[in-house]
């Protein structure tokens, strides 16, 4: 098999859900939000910064999140989403490559995200080392269908471009 030249650009597609439960605050994007629900999981179950790393694992062609941190280890229980996207940027920098920008999309009913979108890109952009202007961020609501809808589930997708440095 031979190796291919490094790629100039490349794209990585991140997605993450967890389940809601009573009783906030729900962290996204490193933003702790106030309110009647906070997100299940081993971790801190950050839903934005897990796509976010699971995107920039993607377009290095590396380990999706739940190999890189799995869920079943101790030293993962409750863990800071940063340290997975910090991981995830080190990987990237080491493979040759920069971020070009980042687009992203919360999906919940509940709580509102638009109030705390500004302050969730400036969080990604600083943990990613880039600007704001290369951050994305969209919220939308489950419109009453599914989880999401029912306010029993968040999600997010994310889309990461890379250049080759």
Known sequence: MTKSPPLAFRIGL???????????????????????????????ADVLLHAVTDALMGAIAGPDIGRLFPDDADENRGRDSRD?????L???????????NVDAVILAQ????????????AVVAELLQTTIEQVG????????????????????RVVVMLSRR
């Not at 997975?84 to 995830?88: D, G, S």
């Not at 961020?137 to 997010?156: F, M, N």
């Open 14 to 44: 991140g997605y993450d859900s967890h389940r809601l439960g009573p009783v906030g605050p729900l962290r996204v994007g490193g933003v702790d939000i106030p309110g009647e629900f906070h997100a299940i999981g081993h971790s801190d």
């Open 84 to 88: 997975f996207v910090q991981e995830a």
């Open 110 to 121: 509940k709580p509102k995200m638009a109030p705390h979108i500004d302050l969730m890109r």
């Open 137 to 156: 961020l969209k919220a939308k609501t489950g419109e009453g269908v599914d989880a999401v809808g029912r306010s029993e589930a968040i999600a997010a």
């Open 90 to 100: 080190r990987r990237v920098q080491v493979a040759g490559y920069e971020i070009n």
